[in-house]
């Protein structure tokens, strides 16, 4: 029996996995989906100091609560910058990475710097005006019905914080010490294939997917939200790691 804790993206909470869970249990895995504090259902914890450093130390309290050992730490957009800061923190609890559709962060990064030009776009667009709530636009590759309408429902209000605290390592390299794998969303809408544009033209180094030898790479036909999309699908290539 694997052990897979998912790490969801900005705006949204542990309720995106909803359709994806099912199929890891149904083989015979044990799942986690937490919420990182001040998102979806923890909305009332949040508040400015809410930044990456509070969403890192969610996942290790819960790998040492819970003693889990062997994880398989999937982190899907803003996610991918959560689980490198796990892996760096507790790299003995961790087996394997899964970044779904993000950046492979190193130290000293933040969102912003990962990618500039689209999220400065988005701060100045989306931001509240007490000038620290991000709010949640775009329908993230979700486009029928009824999921459709279910996500915009769902995400809530992402703090600034989590989006320029830069990310630091005790061990720089420590994402090539573990296996890894790598799943492009290759029909996302507009933001995110506006975004894998930018990041392909302007900022080549950081492509994706990753160009750095040692990475397993897998692709879905489908948008950003693909834990929605092709539940079914994107279970299949996680099962592909045990």
């Not at 799942?31 to 990182?36: C, H, K, M, Q, S």
């Not at 979700?142 to 061990?171: A, F, I």
């Not at 030898?213 to 790691?241: C, F, K, N, S, Y």
Request: aromatic share 6%; glycine share 8%; proline share 7%.
């Amino acid at each position: 029996m694997a052990t897979f804790v998912l790490v969801h993206g900005g705006w949204h909470g542990g309720w995106c996995w909803q359709k994806v869970i099912p199929f890891l249990e149904a083989a015979g895995h044990q799942v986690y989906a937490p919420t990182l504090t001040g998102l979806a259902e923890r909305a009332s914890e949040l508040s400015p100091e809410v930044g990456l450093d509070t969403h890192i130390q969610d996942i290790v309290g819960l790998l040492v609560d819970k003693d889990l050992h062997g994880v398989i730490l999937v982190g899907h957009s803003y996610g991918g910058m959560v689980i490198t800061g796990v892996v760096d923190a507790v790299p003995e609890r961790t087996a394997h990475l899964v970044y779904l559709d993000t950046f492979v962060p190193r130290d000293g990064e933040s969102m912003v710097d990962v990618s500039p030009l689209v999220i400065r776009l988005l701060l100045r667009r989306q931001t509240q005006a007490d000038g620290w709530r991000i709010d949640s636009r775009g329908d993230y590759g979700v486009t029928t019905e009824p999921d459709r309408s279910w996500v915009p429902r769902s995400v809530t209000p992402q703090p600034l914080k989590t989006l320029e605290q830069p990310l630091h390592l005790k061990n720089p390299a420590i994402v090539s010490t573990k296996p890894r794998t790598h799943i492009e969303c290759t029909s996302g809408g507009f933001f995110f294939s506006l975004m894998q544009r930018i990041l392909a033209h302007i900022l080549a180094p950081r492509a994706l997917p990753p160009t750095e030898a040692g990475w397993r790479l897998r692709q879905l036909p489908t948008g950003h939200d693909a834990m929605i999309t092709m539940p079914r699908e994107l279970a299949a290539l996680l099962l592909e790691v045990v």
